[in-house]
């Protein structure tokens, strides 16, 4: 099967952002939350159309893929998130990018969130 052109693939943003929180977060906590605020906020139709996915989360900084036209309604499910199993927090959006590369060079800059070097030799 071919891999579809550059010009047919759907577009993307990405949300780089920090977490200020009392104790540690995990990425499990952390994505059922996300899930389940994008749920209340913005309905099961709203939540698909933004199209959410937590790609890199460590040390309490991630990035956030979704739908270029739902970048306001996705920063507005990270500001809704206050607590992740009782754990009291703060979902702060440092940036947005049109590629993973640039909103991790921009904005997670020192952080080792997500190096798509690394993750080459799982693939192989």
Partial sequence: ?????????????????????????????????????????????????????????????????????RTDNTRAVLATIRDVKGTRIICHVLGISGTVQGATKKYLAGADVFNPKEQSHINE
């Fill in 1 to 69: 099967m071919k891999i579809l052109p550059p010009t047919l693939r759907a577009r993307k943003r990405y949300l780089a952002f920090e977490i200020i929180a009392e104790e540690p977060v995990r990425r499990d906590d952390l994505i059922r939350e996300l899930f389940s605020a994008a749920g209340s906020l913005l309905g099961d139709v709203g939540a698909s159309e933004c199209a959410i996915r937590l790609l890199a989360f460590e040390d309490s900084r991630g990035v956030v893929r979704c739908s270029p036209e």
